[in-house]
């Protein structure tokens, strides 16, 4: 048995450590009032797993103490340790991963003995409030009673209610049992072994994720490299995952998508794959930037390309060969975003995209992408009728804009960075406007369809706000001639109308699979004689001001107050299996509320345009309401917060 003091002191001095494969913390609020009331009440909260170990623990997140002596790495444990280091320290430890949040600001009241968060209009008034971690400080106790005095209390209640502040701080005094592994014979792979055991049916571990365990089990500073390479492509308004990464490494190093192929390659391998990897990514995503003009998350489409990219490169000594070559690349990359190609089984068709490329390179791809397609990699009108930010089609329109200089409708200025100055940034504009057209009976689907998006500035978006498409299309039509033909707009005044908004749609639609088809045949070709080097832009957006958008930021908003992690908005949710788009979500949590310990969650607000059988056959848990969403996720946490579990 061990004091939980002596188990925070430890931490401190760098003797108690998490494995780097254990992830994040991802606790919420409530669990973390459950746990302090529980030990308050001294209620059981279950034991830790620790492996102790005197030789080299392999990749540890925290600083390790100097010289010799036994370290202690937590297997089972980790939230609630956290959390309590957090409360009593006020910070979170230096193996910390996660939102700080969740337990911060916590308060005890010393009347009702309950624990909550601060909230200012609640609690700024009543002495009895007292600051959880203030309380643990070396001067705690005596800062308490002197606030309860100032507050208004008299002395002798505010004695008193000292001694429910000791009881408190005692909770310093209670002693947790710890079940320890050790013996020369248990290995790092041992380890992680006994993890996902007792782990599961809470966290497990990845392919990816046990890939990456092995590899810093030989060198720590693998993970901390990929971490501070994804910080850096995150701050140039591109999100990607560990997993993601490594596939780049792999696909670099060994020719080969299953992580299994990296168990016998050295670490100094897959440290010299990592920075090849990097610069290869960078390298595309210049390329995607500017010649493709995809400058933000938002509409980096098909990002499971990358790796078979990241290949070419390394094949290539770092660069593309020819203007030629690239164009071709991006071509197969697009067609292979827009249809799916990575939305399935990822490893399954990575690899075959590897052996097509190592075997026929460029011109392999494309053949294999076309038997793929059944021979057709033409665009057709109707595929322009998926609908929302979240379509694949989406940022093929928001390439079509900047490659091929759609002109902005109030100023006649092409949508360039250079012409359009630092600030700016464009919006996602409605052609019909939406409150016009719901008004004139149209349902959702039909009001987001990519064909009545078009990309504009703030300004000009906001001048013509609702105004009645006839109205406000003959004027730009006149005050800035060629502008409507630029943004693939039918310039039929007779389209222009509610009663043909339908004919409008088919119009546009074959506006733009013209277009499309044209610059995607320029790239195949390499026939390209002028191509644009495009800056980024202020990532683009859709200005949402409905009732219905202002919901779903509410209900974001709420979970994320508890703890939960951020979702993926207005997201493309595809089946796992065969790529095809089972539902466009308003949200979408691919690893859970809480990353590691739930199954994929949806927020789907238009059921009738979803899949919703195929959703739930897959175990995905589907939510058409916000209110529903919002009322399991309270029912989850009361239910987390009431048992131990293994965390």
Known sequence: MTKLGTILDQVDSGTMLLPEFQRGYVWNREQVRELMRSLFRGYPVGSLLVWETETNPGAVRGGVAPGAGVRMLLLDGQQ?????????????????????ESFTGLRFHLKTESFEFYAPAKMTNDPYWVDVSGVFAPDGLERAVAALVAGGVENAEALSLMLKLSKLRNILEREFHQEKITGADVTYDVVV?????????GTKLSKGDLALARICAEDPRIRGRMRNLLDRWAAWHYNFSLDWLLRNVNAVVTGRAPFSALEGVSSTAVADGLERSARHVEVVLQTFQGRLGLDHNRVLMGRGAVPVISRLLDKSGGAFGTARERDRVLYWYIHAALWGRFAGSTETVLQQDIEALDQGG??????????WRGGNLTLEPYDFESYGVGSRFYPLLYLMTR????????????????????????????????AYLYEHGFDRASVNTVANFAFLTQNTNLQIGRKDPAEYLAEVAERQPGALESQWIPTNPDLWHADRYDDFVVARQELLVSAANSF???????????????RALPAAFVAETD??????????????????????????VADPETGEVLAVAEAWWPAGLQPGLDVPVVLELDPKNANLPRLEELGYRVFITTDALLGFAMRQVEVESSEDGSA
């Open 547 to 572: 009732d219905r958008a202002e919901s779903i930021a509410a209900a974001v908003a709420g979970l994320e107050a508890l703890g939960f992690a951020s979702p993926e908005r207005d997201s493309e």
């Open 362 to 371: 460029t011109d392999g791809l494309i053949a294999a992408l076309e038997r």
């Open 520 to 534: 995607l045949a320029e790239l195949r070709d390499g026939r390209s004689e002028d191509t644009p080097d495009l």
């Open 193 to 201: 072994d006994i993890f996902n055991k007792v782990n599961s049916g």
């Open 403 to 434: 490659v091929l200089e759609a002109r902005d409708l109030g100023t006649g200025i092409p949508l360039k960075a250079e012409m359009l100055g630092p600030l700016a940034g464009l919006q996602v504009h409605h052609i019909f406007p939406k």
């Open 80 to 100: 609630r340790i956290t959390t309590l280091y957090g409360i009593v320290r006020g910070r979170a430890p230096a193996f910390f991963e996660g939102r700080a």
